[in-house]
């Protein structure tokens, strides 16, 4: 079962990011998920992306068929791509497993083309990232030089306690470098 957060993400704010996206463009995802597999809003009949996950350590596998996951081994503080290589980004949920989500919003807007974009979902106030505890406007600091397209802020008072810091609450932002 989906929390609210993560429903408006499948069902809203994926298909709009992906819609920004052509045949042949290149979306990274960081921190490749052991139970959510985006590659299809980018890799289908409508628009055939170069969908890549990349993840600070290898060995991940399915938690569900326990087969190896597909994705490279790379530090979204310090990658290996080139600058403005990149035409999409998503970093979902990343904040807590990310020493300095500062410095990885910095290396995500190097590696992003002119216009590119990134969706991103970030835990409301009261969660702990990373052992600091989340402040409702952090997003705005890590999005600086970004333009807005599109927020949401959702509240779910349905699934209280979800990751044992309080109610689950999250900001999903789409943003894009400047041309």
Not at 3 to 25: I, Y
Request: charged residues 25%; aromatic residues 14%.
């Amino acid at each position: 079962m989906y929390s609210k957060g993560r429903t408006v993400l499948h069902n809203e704010m994926l298909p709009k990011f992906a819609s920004f996206f052509k045949h042949g463009d290149t979306v990274v995802e960081v921190g490749k998920h052991v139970y959510w597999d985006y590659s299809s809003y980018f890799q289908n009949p409508v628009r055939m992306c170069e969908f890549i996950s990349i993840d600070l350590q290898g060995g991940l596998k399915d938690q569900d068929t326990g087969e190896p996951l597909q994705y490279w081994v790379d530090d979204i503080t310090h990658s290996k791509f080139t600058d403005q290589s990149i035409d999409g980004v998503l970093f979902i949920g990343m904040h807590d497993n990310i020493g300095d989500p500062l410095l990885a919003y910095k290396e995500i807007y190097r590696i992003l083309k002119p216009g590119g974009r990134v969706l991103i979902a970030f835990p409301g106030s009261g969660a702990a990232c990373g052992g600091r505890l989340v402040n409702q406007f952090d997003w705005t600091e890590y999005l600086t030089g970004f333009i807005i397209d599109s927020v949401e802020f959702v509240y779910d008072p349905e699934n209280q306690d979800r990751y044992g810091e309080g109610k689950n609450t999250s900001i999903q932002v789409i943003a894009r470098k400047p041309l």
